[in-house]
């Protein structure tokens, strides 16, 4: 009989966002004339705008004919798409980015998980607490942890808590580790870090000799121009991090799949033996290895993402989700709760009411209001006793679910 990889079953019983699931079927199965407002999930709920449907349209007519037809594409992206990102994206904010540090792919969840394939297992791993569970999750299958606490800790991992005393902005660890994840703007707190904060971390990588695997998934909610929206705007970062991107949530594309990773050629992992090598090189090997690339059409309909009409429309999507972000911010903070979130970032984070345990709240939420979030404990221990909202819906649900949620008592 062949025998599992049983680093599968050191994991809790199902993935945050499953489980969720599994309790929202049961309750609509045991109430089905509710009428539910999914608020949890990160999920768009917007169209794709039209210069991107259009793009997307172009690329499919161009595959149907004879000149036109794309087969295998290049694995790392087609030189238009790379074009635009290293210009706009980078170019633009004063960063060198080359296109062959450029990778495209179908999604930064998968990309942020892939990555840990190519560093050895006795690497140390550093996690902000609460953390989007595919960092730790992957890791955990991969082998590099211990068993799980009754705390929720896994052995071999070190958590720094991410929590209100410090403004969801954790200080670097004190001993060394090897592997830093971090994300900003945050999910799930939905707080973002300066340059002044991250320039702290680029400082302990390069004294740790470890590597930043940086999400910026969700860069195009910032509008404050003071905050950066690339770890590569602060000096020195090229030499330590791996930066993850995307076009699902700024650009729709959470059905369409299209993200990019930056691996610059400058940053090193070393050999048991001592000896450098670029993880620009390791990556693009595994890339090549186990990814055919994204189809033609979807990568022409994310470059349409860069043109004139293309920015300004997704630009007013972005604008209609913060809207949402504004209303629940602030009606829920009118009720008393402790809100976090929601200014440069699409999530709402806050204190449960009466300090009540992240599920039992999303129980009641879901019971009392039929109003679906996310149990902050579903992030990590330190997210106990906070709950996440999404801004992904529409305006008239986001209505609906705040009226429903005042009402209610705890």
């Not at 599968?8 to 929202?24: D, M, Q, S, T």
């Not at 997307?56 to 007519?61: P, Q, S, T």
């Not at 606490?149 to 896994?154: E, I, K």
């Not at 976090?340 to 009540?356: H, L, S």
Request: aromatic share 12%.
């Amino acid at each position: 009989m062949a025998r599992i990889n049983e680093n599968y079953l050191k994991l809790k019983a199902g993935y945050l966002f499953p489980e969720i699931g599994r309790r929202v079927g049961a309750f609509q199965k045991a109430n089905p004339d509710a009428t539910v407002i999914k608020l949890g999930i990160g999920d768009v709920t917007e169209p794709l705008v039209p210069a991107i449907i259009e793009a997307f349209r172009a690329g499919v007519e161009e595959m149907s004919t004879k000149q036109g037809f794309h087969g295998y594409g290049p694995e790392q992206g087609y030189g238009f798409l790379l074009d635009l990102i290293r210009e706009k994206d980078y170019e633009a904010r004063g960063v060198k980015v080359e296109n062959d540090e450029i990778f495209v792919s179908d999604g930064s969840k998968c990309d942020s998980g892939n990555i840990q394939e190519i560093f050895g297992l006795d690497n140390v791993v550093a996690l902000a607490d609460p953390v989007y569970p595919v960092y730790l999750d992957t890791n955990v299958m991969a082998g590099r942890t211990g068993e799980v606490d009754a705390a929720g800790h896994y052995a071999g991992i070190v958590y720094m808590p991410a929590v209100a005393e410090n403004a969801f902005n954790p200080e670097p660890p004190e001993g060394h580790v090897d592997l830093i994840y971090l994300c900003s703007p945050n999910n799930p707190t939905g707080t973002v870090s300066t340059k002044e904060q991250l320039a702290r971390w680029v400082e302990y990588a390069k004294k740790n000799d470890a590597v930043i695997l940086f999400d910026a998934a969700y860069e195009g909610f910032i509008s404050d121009p003071s905050l950066p929206r690339s770890i590569y705007e602060v000096e020195g970062a090229r030499d330590v991090a791996i930066e993850f991107r995307s076009f699902s949530k700024s650009a729709g594309f959470t059905g369409t799949r299209c993200a990019f990773t930056v691996v610059p050629k400058t940053v090193m992992g070393k050999t048991a033996s001592g000896d450098e090598v670029s993880l620009n090189s390791l990556w693009n090997r595994r890339h090549t290895t186990k990814f055919n690339g994204v189809s033609f059409p979807v990568q022409k309909a994310a470059a349409a993402a860069y043109s004139p009409e293309g920015r300004r429309q997704t630009g007013e999507i972005v604008k209609f989700y913060m809207e949402n972000a504004r209303l629940i911010r602030e009606g829920l903070s009118a009720t008393g709760l402790e809100v976090f979130g929601g200014e440069n970032a699409p999530y709402i984070w806050f204190r449960t009411p009466a300090r009540m345990g992240s599920w039992d709240f999303f129980d009641q939420l879901l019971q009392k209001t039929q109003v679906v979030g996310t149990p902050g404990s579903g992030f990590g221990p330190s997210g106990e006793g906070y709950f996440r909202l999404s801004a992904f819906n529409s305006r008239e649900n986001v209505e609906e679910a705040l009226s429903r949620i005042t009402k209610a008592s705890w």
